[in-house]
């Protein structure tokens, strides 16, 4: 198991560089004011009505880093910094998350794709933990000279569950950046913000960005880990 912990410490350590650059990006941004003087919500409720949507409500929530659009209810939620502040850092989460409720919209074909799996990538990230490490303890206890390899049945169930979220991981992937494509792209087009603010958040969402594709990756390497684990007890 040396090398499953060595590829969870690299993970962590990438995810966490990634994060906290991304965490200096949006204080430094934060700082960058609007000369417009729109607050994230005036943001984003302004980017829904130019894009003709009608039925998406904006509504603030607790926390930082919660910004998110909801399907299901048709909320743009903010959090409760972005909400309510007027800079560079605050338009680019509000456009973003609105870039997400222009994909439902038109009906961004990942975006469907993505929101079928979130069943079954639930019950997949509930069992699997348990599942992976039951199936390792199964095939140890089970080897013998008969059989040297052990029972594997239940750590191929578990590569399977793991196999379901890393895909879900690459999927979110271009479902993120086209969103954040979306906003850019609004907030540019339509004049929104200033050449110096729209660097801003730009920066900030291509660092956003980066999270997602450091979690893609992590889960991709533990994914290969398992997996060799399996066709290796098979040989």
Not at 100 to 125: C, D, E, T
Not at 191 to 215: N, P, Q
Request: net charge positive; proline share 2%; hydrophobic share 45%.
């Amino acid at each position: 198991m040396t090398g499953y912990y060595l590829i969870i410490g690299i993970s962590m350590l990438l995810s966490w560089i990634v994060s906290s650059r991304l965490k200096s990006k949006f204080e430094h941004y934060s700082k960058v004011h609007l000369r417009n003087g729109l607050s994230g919500k005036e943001i984003a409720e302004k980017m829904l009505r130019d894009n003709g949507i009608t039925d998406v409500q904006v509504v603030s929530v607790p926390g930082q880093l919660t910004d998110h659009y909801n399907p299901e209810n048709k909320t743009v939620n903010l959090s409760e910094a972005v909400y309510m502040q007027r800079n560079a850092a605050a338009a680019a989460v509000a456009a973003h998350e609105c870039g997400h409720a222009v994909q439902h919209a038109v009906g961004y074909s990942m975006l469907q794709l993505r929101s079928k799996m979130v069943p079954v990538v639930n019950i997949s990230s509930n069992l699997l933990q348990f599942v992976l490490f039951a199936g390792i303890a199964i095939m140890a206890a089970t080897r013998s000279i008969d059989n040297p390899n052990g029972n594997t049945t239940v750590l191929a169930i578990g590569v399977v569950l793991f196999a379901v979220t890393t895909l879900f991981a690459f999927i979110t992937l271009p479902v993120e950046y086209d969103a954040s494509n979306r906003a850019l792209k609004w907030l540019k087009t339509t004049g929104t913000v200033t050449t110096e603010e729209y660097a801003g958040a730009e920066d900030s969402l291509k660092w956003a960005a980066r999270t997602y594709v450091v979690a893609a990756l992590g889960s991709l390497a533990q994914l290969l880990y398992f997996a060799s684990m399996l066709m290796g007890s098979r040989r």
